[in-house]
């Protein structure tokens, strides 16, 4: 598990597209109270409209990480990145990256670690083997968001989801199984990184036993209708454990993304199928409703969208982006 | 995808049980046409009825290999062990482990391999990184094993089922995914060790493009109902793309191995769930029977529920140790 020292600073290299820097965005949005500030090189044309602060003033000001929030072409670290990131270890950060690159394989990065005791922070990759799930259910309340496919919502879901749980008065905590979620959340696991065997079992760990009203929100990955990843989402449900399920769909996609042979499933299809392998390690699962990316609707589309769904499948329909989904932190906190 | 030199000497260490010796006797068993013959220290007490030869008499008698087939206490290799290993590789031959201790990790070895240019291979560990599964329908057909638990015959089940069909003039070949398996086959790809993203990928590595009459018989890991290895079998399932499935089963487990809280599921809920989860890269799978693990019932047991079973499923049930799986490969040519 990682476990990383906020607050940040983030770190926008000499990026000129913003869509390049959507993990820096991603973090000024889900957890501002945690960063202080963004530092980039000259040349970078990008700013996240945050206080701009070298990495010796950041330290001066309590930061403990500089967090790497843009993404480099090819997962080289180009040497005036590298100049930057030295600086910023030699103030006593830490360096936390979501690159398919090891830190560690920086020879310069390596040694300035080593030199000032701090540490470098790989979030994509695992700290350390995980132990097979043991199958024991655990105290406390879990909900997990699953989907009809990949990267259509269900880390921006499972965010909005622990908000509206806590502005219900309910304790919740979002529990990040993703690379910008660990970002967010300041600690996690990456279960797509994982050897298969131990999925399931770093799901167990990622949530233990809590409180009796305490909710995990737990970030799903991949989808059971994935023709690759869906050994990922087995692994996380079964060892998740939830009571819960919330499922995330975008109903303009009519495939599996880059699977055109893969039709995207019925919904009440994909409810069926979670709930059935889900009851292999909770018998009382149920799903607490829908949870749209609607952002390809105009707004009439949209509600009778909704409308006619939640019609269809007597749940509660939300699109976090648009009217919350404070539906279904009700339905959670009423379960 | 290890591909490994035969024929093998084997090597049995100073073992004194033969149950230390499960790996050595299961070669002997499954592959003796590849055997030269067998190795052991001075103070080794266990002996497979093996001709007896040193690596310098089985390099010049034609191996390629000499194959670990002894489980060492606490993984590590004592260095007694290590001498004889060291002479197999001065003599030329490549030293196979299934080990969880990868060879490379002993300096001697590693030494010996690099001066007289043989390898060190350790078929529990993964040789390269897999690709993402792409979900295309190859051609050829395939059958794979599934279990409703770990440990009850999937593996013997596919071997039996490659002799069976080739008794029966279809062209088949045996799939190894585990690293007994693989040493039998003398390839194949350790699922388990893979991480969970790339096991559906590696499975339709492991299966390639075929003739269209062509079978492949895919030994089955883990169990859709075991609470920690279900994701690899989940992608091994959809990797696959397996046209039929034989169900394997042992009817005295009552609960899932060391899970005494998840009881064994009954045989047609297990293979509905194996064809359901199936359907989604093979629309056309099928379950053509079962493969029963009958060690523990006397004859008129056994012939009691082999009855009752065959008439309650209407699906051939077969023991490959009682009686064999001809019926599986006959229902398997007629598909």
């Known amino acids: 598990m990682h476990v990383l020292r906020k607050p940040y600073l983030l770190y926008l290299g000499d990026a000129v597209l913003k869509t390049d820097c959507k993990t820096a965005f991603g973090l000024r949005d889900w957890c501002r109270g945690d960063v202080l500030g963004e530092w980039s090189h000259p040349q970078g044309r990008v700013t996240l409209g945050l206080p701009r602060m070298s990495p010796q003033e950041a330290a001066a000001g309590g930061a403990g990480s500089i967090v790497i929030g843009v993404a480099p072409t090819g997962g080289q670290l180009p040497e005036h990145w590298q100049d930057d990131l030295e600086a910023a270890l030699e103030a006593g950060l830490d360096v936390v990256s979501g690159l398919h690159t090891r830190l560690a394989a920086f020879a310069r990065l390596r040694a300035a670690a080593e030199r000032r005791g701090v ?14 799930a043991s199958g024991r259910k655990r105290s406390g309340k879990r909900v997990l968001t699953v989907g009809t496919d990949c990267a259509l919502g ?32 300041g600690s996690g696991i990456a279960m797509d990184a994982l050897v298969a065997d ?31 990843y869906a050994a ?13 399920i919330v499922l995330c769909h975008d109903p303009t996609r009519r495939t599996i993304e880059e699977y055109p042979d893969y039709p995207i499933p019925a919904l009440a299809v994909a409810i069926d199928a979670y ?50 989904v404070a539906l279904l932190a009700g339905a959670l906190r009423d379960l």
Not at 119 to 127: A, E, F, K, M, W
């Open 198 to 228: 131990f999925v399931a079992g770093a799901a167990e760990m990622l949530s233990p036993d809590n409180q009796p009203d305490h909710w995990d929100v737990i970030e799903g990955q991949g989808s059971l209708f994935h023709p690759a």
């Open 275 to 324: 709930l059935r392998a889900g009851r292999l390690t909770n018998k009382a699962i149920r799903c607490v409703g829908i949870s749209i990316n609607s952002s390809e609707l105009a707004e009439t589309e949209w509600q009778a969208y909704r409308i006619g769904l939640e019609r269809e499948l007597t749940l509660p329909v939300c699109d976090p982006l648009r009217g919350g």
């Open 154 to 185: 269900k880390k921006y879901t499972a965010l909005a989801l622990t908000r509206a749980l806590e502005t219900l008065g309910e304790a919740a905590t979002f529990r990040a199984t993703g690379q910008t979620g660990i970002l967010i959340a």
């Open 232 to 244: 990922v989402t087995l692994g996380l449900l079964h060892g998740s454990q939830p009571d819960a």
């Open 119 to 132: 540490r470098l922070i790989d979030v994509r990759h695992p700290t350390r083997e995980f132990p097979v």
